[in-house]
């Protein structure tokens, strides 16, 4: 394959592969899933539950991704983090958990779709989610694949399109043969290799930098070496928030980060569907209560650690990174040696000319710690003071967000931790994608199927499912050949997150706990969700609208139909939709029919 | 403080152990006081979750 893959390396990822499989094939002999411990009547241990959950919650999207983003965006990312423990653990385990588990349990339902569905009542409800899932998906399944590739990319050597195919069918021997089954104690294992990376990985950043204070302290001090065209966004250093505002591109960032990745995101991951179905298989409420601690701490670990060390990683690269050279185009601040820089290359001995940027074709420009200064001659032996020195990580990373944090192990850590780290990839992706692949299988079986052929029977289903994981596994590998721009992870996370905020959470939670929520209701904030949240990214939205192309056309080249107002094409649809389907539900239900007493009673006993 | 000057992005830092440490205080809190008991219904609803899962 590649001299960068050696033989040590192939040992250790097989006996990774190894373990797994044995894990799995331990659990075929007994207890192995949530549902098991179950109808045994035995709890699952809280460490297993917790890690389990946790597993399946972060993915390479956060890790690489994400991480990467912070790398670009800075430590304003942390909100994340913060949302991601507050909402995606405490208030989902401690508030919608139990009510969850109940009514599934009352209503004996078994995906998503089918607790929505079976609540309302409503064939419509379940075939209306079951085939949001199936369409939409497999773009956060491209997400987690191709954060794992750009890793394999950078920590191999080898192309895109191998690591992507290889990265393809490992998951597919993953998940096809076994992996869905959820194997709580493989889930288990694949969290504690990701636990060990994260710690080291958050050790090693801080203690190279110094420790925590003077690492932190660094990254401020370099807020003025932030490229200037996230400066023009209203970037103001890594251990900043942006600049808040409206009316003008200087606040564009700060609602980018605000309301697609910290909202959109944070909020989304109470919609998921692959998690919410994990509530049903919990024992009681004393097992959701005990997982909390683990985690609240898994999840801290797990993004807050990426979201630090791709923030840090400038401070890194600009300490210890390789010695770019080039002429100073613009002196930022001489005491500090920080200035603008073309880079430059040597074209034959002595002589230099400038690094043209592919993507501009004009020269590349980075912000430099200066280092040294000599003489030296440009192509035409005209005389020019060369610099050299160091640059934040995206320069690094030639401007990709998403290499952020896989240039950053490859260059800064030692090879052992690249496998290691390559291994927690490996681990947040499959417990990952075994359970959305899961629920790609169960959405179009269980819930498009049978609902929509009236017949509910096991082998056709059954057989439906493995079409419908075979045709998921496709569609994303699909979508990650084709589509590799700037921080593509983070933004098809936060697209999928915020179209299942928008489209299912009102419902959820009205079904959960408002009796009067009814079928037209949820049918309506579904809807409305929905056509909302893909208008906004169709028309509105300007990175995807005009990656889609529609809206080109429309308006004869623009990339937003709302260009001309400023901060309105980044923000996210999750803020117009998610209150829009909210105020729709509470209408709606209002102005119809409240379901049938018996029902309502079946799923709010009493007691 | 710590190196952050931005009391926002401080406030961010902070907040995630302030609210990583409140979980586990959660967790440590309630760790016996909810009901732990598995009904006839919970039973029924795993012993189907295992068959399409085992068939799956």
């Known amino acids: 394959m590649n001299a960068n893959l050696t033989w040590i390396d192939s040992i250790v990822i097989l006996g990774y592969l190894l373990t797994t499989g044995y894990l799995g094939w331990l659990g075929y002999r007994g207890t192995r899933t949530a549902a ?73 339902a078994h995906t998503f779709p089918e607790l929505l569905g079976a609540r309302y009542q409503s064939k419509g409800v379940q075939v209306f989610a079951g085939a949001l899932i199936f369409l939409f998906m497999p773009l956060y399944s491209a997400a987690v694949m191709t954060g794992g ?35 709580m104690y493989t889930d288990t294992f694949q969290g504690l290799i990701m636990i060990l990376a994260m710690v080291y990985l958050l050790w090693f950043t801080y203690s190279s930098l110094g420790g925590v204070t003077p690492a932190h302290q660094y990254l401020t001090d370099m807020a003025d070496l932030v490229p200037p065209t996230l400066k023009a966004m209203g970037h103001q250093g890594w251990t900043a928030m942006p600049v808040f505002g409206w009316g003008a591109p200087g606040y564009d960032l700060w609602w980018t980060v605000i309301t697609a990745i910290i909202l959109g995101v944070g909020i989304g991951v109470l919609a998921q569907p692959q998690l919410v179905v994990r509530f049903m298989t919990v024992r009681s409420r004393r097992e959701l209560d005990r997982a909390v601690p683990i985690g609240a701490v898994f999840i801290l670990l797990m993004v807050g650690t990426p ?25 930022i601040d001489t005491a500090k040696g920080h200035a603008l820089v073309g880079l430059m290359k040597e074209s034959s001995p002595g002589r230099w000319e400038p690094i043209i940027n592919p993507k501009t074709s004009k020269p590349t420009v980075a912000p430099m710690v200066v280092a040294g200064r000599e003489a030296a001659q440009d192509a035409a032996g005209l ?17 990709e967000p998403d290499q952020i944090i896989p240039v950053f192990i490859t260059t800064a850590l030692p090879r052992w931790f690249g496998l290691v780290f390559f291994l927690c990839l490996l681990a947040a992706a499959m417990s990952t994608l075994s359970s959305q692949f899961h629920t790609i299988g169960t959405a179009v ?22 079409i419908a994981i075979v045709i998921g596994l496709l569609m994303s590998v699909t979508i990650s050949y084709n589509v590799r721009e700037e921080y593509v992870i ?8 915020g179209l299942c905020a928008a489209t299912f959470l009102p419902a959820y939670i009205g079904g ?50 709302l260009a001309d107002y400023p901060n309105w094409p980044v923000v996210d649809p999750i803020v117009i939709a998610l209150p829009l389907a909210l105020l729709t539900l509470v209408l709606v239900s209002v102005l119809t029919r409240p379901a049938d007493t018996r029902h309502l009673n079946l799923c709010f006993p009493k007691t | 403080m710590l190196g952050i000057p931005d009391p926002m992005v401080l406030a961010a830092f902070l907040g995630c152990i302030a609210v ?37």
Request: no cysteine.
């Open chain 1, 149 to 183: 590739t750009v890793f394999v990319v950078a920590q191999f050597g080898v192309d895109f399109e191998v690591a992507l195919l290889l990265f393809a069918l490992i998951t597919a021997a993953y998940v096809i043969p076994g992996g869905l089954k959820a194997v």
């Open chain 1, 307 to 331: 979201y630090l060390v791709g923030s840090l990683s400038n401070a890194w690269f600009a300490q210890h990174g390789a010695l770019l050279k080039g002429q100073v185009v613009k002196e």
């Open chain 1, 36 to 108: 098991d411990f179950l109808v045994g009547g035995r709890s699952a241990h809280p460490v297993v539950m917790a890690v389990s959950y946790g597993a399946t919650f972060i993915s390479t999207a956060a890790i690489v991704g994400f991480g990467g983003v912070a790398g670009m965006f800075g430590m304003s990312l942390l909100w994340l983090t913060f949302v991601n423990i507050l909402v995606g653990i405490l208030l989902a385990f401690a508030v919608l958990g139990e009510p969850t588990r109940r009514l599934g349990h009352h209503l004996g």
């Open chain 1, 383 to 399: 005389p020019l003071e060369l610099v050299s020195g160091r640059s934040p990580a995206v320069v690094y990373a030639k401007g």
């Open chain 2, 20 to 56: 990583a440490a409140i979980s586990v205080i959660y967790g440590l809190v309630r760790r016996n006081a909810a009901v732990d008991e598995v009904t006839r219904e919970d039973r029924a609803w795993a012993i189907e979750e295992k068959k399409v899962e085992d068939e799956l």
């Open chain 1, 490 to 497: 983070a933004r098809f996370t936060a697209i999928f997150f």
């Open chain 1, 445 to 466: 079986g269980r819930d498009l199927y049978e609902r929509l052929t009236g017949k509910p029977g096991r082998e056709p289903s059954v057989l439906v499912m493995r």
């Open chain 1, 512 to 561: 959960l706990f408002w009796r009067r929520a009814t079928r037209a209701g949820a049918l309506a904030s579904m809807t409305v969700g929905l056509s909302v949240s893909l208008s906004w990214l169709l028309l509105i939205k300007a990175k995807e609208a005009s990656a889609i192309g529609l809206v080109q056309w429309v308006t004869g080249g623009k990339t937003s139909l």
